[in-house]
């Protein structure tokens, strides 16, 4: 797999990635620069669009998923750090719904349907009949004997402790059950650690390229995952420390690489907490609706605070902002990946050298 054919570079980016998450210096930010094919990269034949389908997570047409994979890296220019990958995700929450959960389609995202009436009787378990943990992996395997060669596997959205145990407990009966039955959260969330780790080590096998790297959000030389807790928006810093920090402790050492999908500015508050954690290697700041964008100068000093702490960031950036963030943080730039788009190759070419030393 010494290249890819949406990615004829794939060798020599993957060697700048390796040097990149490991410390080393590229001469400017890892950045994953994208543009628009007038053409598509090969031809796949159309397939009409089912009635009904209102959301791409659909679960209720197979061939069109599996078209929808083919199809989704071939219209983009892969560049610089950019590295095709196409997922079989089936929510925003995909670990969920192999737990129990039910997928509640609606336009463009799926809800997982709350199933856990009473603690006493929960179970948290890996069935591999349950339906959509059938459907996600053979979309999986579907994929990967298509896209051998072209472009890689990312994980499906899985998700994790807080925000998983909300989706198959019901957000306010959870926020109850920290207080009430604390033991039992506590309980709970190790067990769906466990059922992550049973998912996660499987399709890293399946899913890794010749070099063991893989794609979460982002190609890194190892066993790469993004985590989250939204859910962490609703409490104190205190019950983060008591309910998610051992989550994390846990699964970020069970990783090679892991970014943290850190969501809103409700969430601030736990900037100390996440920075604690030594096994850590990124921060994706999302600031959430009616926000400035991540690059913004409004969220400069949580950057500050996280490159400071040895922590590597990801923004999505457009040049005007990538030229801000390269003469605000001078030598740490180097340690932010950068999410970009561009209009042309020429383009393209004017971001890199501009981003360069």
């Known amino acids: 797999m010494a290249n890819l054919l949406y990615k004829n570079d794939f060798d020599v980016a993957r060697d700048r990635l390796k040097t990149w998450w490991d410390g080393g210096d590229i001469g400017r930010p890892a950045i994953q620069l994208m543009i628009s094919r007038k053409e598509p990269r090969e031809v796949i034949p159309a397939m009409p669009r089912p009635e009904g389908w209102i959301v791409d997570y659909s679960t209720s047409n197979f061939d069109f998923r599996?078209?929808?994979?083919?199809?989704?890296?071939?219209?983009?220019e892969f560049l610089a750090e950019a590295v095709p990958a196409v997922s079989p995700d089936l929510a925003p929450n995909t670990l969920a719904l192999f737990l129990g959960?039910?997928?509640?389609?609606?336009?463009?995202?799926?809800?997982?349907?709350?199933?856990?009436?009473?603690?006493?009787?929960?179970?948290?378990?890996?069935?591999?009949?349950?339906?959509?943990?059938?459907?996600?992996?053979r979309l999986a395997k579907a994929t990967l004997q298509k896209c051998n060669g072209k472009f890689l596997l990312c994980y499906p959205?899985?998700?994790?402790?807080?925000?998983?145990?909300?989706?198959?407990?019901?957000?306010?009966?959870?926020?109850?059950?920290?207080?009430?039955?604390?033991?039992?959260?506590?309980?709970?969330?190790?067990?769906?650690?466990?059922?992550?780790?049973?998912?996660y080590d499987e399709m890293y096998e399946a899913f890794k390229d010749d070099r063991g790297g893989t794609v979460f959000w982002a190609w890194a030389p190892g066993r790469m995952a993004k985590l989250q807790c939204d859910f962490s928006a609703m409490i104190s810093a205190d019950m983060f420390n008591e309910f998610m920090m051992p989550v994390l402790r846990e699964m970020t050492?069970?990783?090679?690489?892991?970014?943290?999908?850190?969501?809103?500015?409700?969430?601030?508050?736990?900037?100390?907490?996440?920075?604690?954690?030594?096994k850590l290697s990124m921060i994706q700041w999302t600031?959430?609706?009616?926000?400035?964008?991540?690059?913004?100068?409004?969220w400069w000093p949580l950057h500050h605070k996280s490159l400071d702490a040895g922590k590597k960031?990801?923004?999505?950036?457009n040049k005007d902002e990538m030229l801000a963030l390269k003469k605000e943080f001078g030598c740490q730039f180097k340690d932010i990946m950068l999410t970009m788009w561009a209009d042309s190759k020429q383009a393209a070419e004017e971001i890199l050298e501009l981003a360069s030393d």
């Not at 599996?66 to 071939?74: F, G, I, K």
């Not at 909300?166 to 959260?185: C, F, N, Q």
């Not at 960031?313 to 950036?317: G, K, S």
């Open 66 to 76: 599996l078209h929808n994979c083919l199809h989704s890296c071939s219209r983009a």
């Open 101 to 137: 959960c039910r997928g509640v389609e609606s336009p463009g995202t799926v809800w997982c349907e709350p199933f856990i009436e009473d603690p006493a009787m929960a179970k948290f378990e890996i069935r591999r009949e349950n339906f959509y943990f059938d459907f996600c992996w």
């Open 157 to 199: 959205d899985l998700i994790e402790g807080l925000d998983t145990l909300s989706a198959m407990r019901g957000t306010e009966t959870l926020l109850m059950d920290m207080i009430e039955r604390p033991d039992w959260v506590h309980s709970s969330l190790s067990q769906i650690t466990r059922c992550y780790f049973e998912v």
């Open 253 to 278: 050492g069970k990783l090679d690489y892991c970014m943290y999908h850190w969501d809103g500015v409700n969430a601030i508050q736990h900037h100390d907490h996440l920075l604690s954690l030594p």
């Open 287 to 298: 600031p959430g609706a009616g926000q400035p964008g991540p690059s913004d100068r409004k």
């Open 313 to 317: 960031l990801i923004l999505a950036a």
